[in-house]
Nanobody, 124 residues
C-alpha cells in the first residue's frame, strides 16, 4: 500500500505562486511515474503534469506549460509542483497520484494510488 499526502495548497492572488508537495509512505515511489491532477467544480479531472521515475521526462498540460514545474526527490519519496503566475482558472482541488508505470507521459490512465487532494484558490 502507498499513502500519498498533499500539502501546500491555499488562497493566493492572481500572479502569485504556490508550491505543492506530495509525500509518499508505505512503499518507495522511485520506480514509478507520478502525476498531479486537478478538478474544478463542475469540471472533469485533468492531468496537469507528470514526471517519469527518474525525473528525466516531464509532461505538462498546455494550460500550465511555462508556468508550472513538476519535480521529484526520490530520496525523500516526495513529488513537487511549483506553480507560478497563477490564474483564477487554476482554482481547483489538486491531487497527487502514483502511476503503475515507470514512464506515463501524457497518459491519464494507470494511476493506482491517489492522495486526498489539496485546495488551491486563486483570487482575481
Amino acid at each position: 500500500q502507498v499513502q500519498l499526502v498533499e500539502s501546500g495548497g491555499g488562497l493566493v492572488q492572481a500572479g502569485g505562486s504556490l508550491r505543492l508537495s506530495c509525500a509518499a509512505s508505505g512503499r518507495t515511489i522511485s520506480s514509478n511515474s507520478m502525476g498531479w491532477f486537478r478538478q474544478a467544480p463542475g469540471k472533469e479531472r485533468e492531468l496537469v503534469a507528470s514526471i517519469n521515475w527518474s525525473g528525466a521526462d516531464r509532461y505538462y498540460a498546455d494550460s500550465v506549460k511555462g508556468r508550472f514545474t513538476i519535480s521529484r526527490d526520490n530520496a525523500k519519496n516526495t513529488v513537487y509542483l511549483q506553480m507560478n503566475s497563477l490564474k483564477p482558472e487554476d482554482t481547483a482541488v489538486y491531487y497527487c497520484a502514483r502511476s503503475g508505470r515507470a514512464n506515463s507521459g501524457s497518459a491519464t490512465w494507470g494511476y493506482d494510488y491517489w492522495g486526498q487532494g489539496t485546495q488551491v484558490t486563486v483570487s482575481s
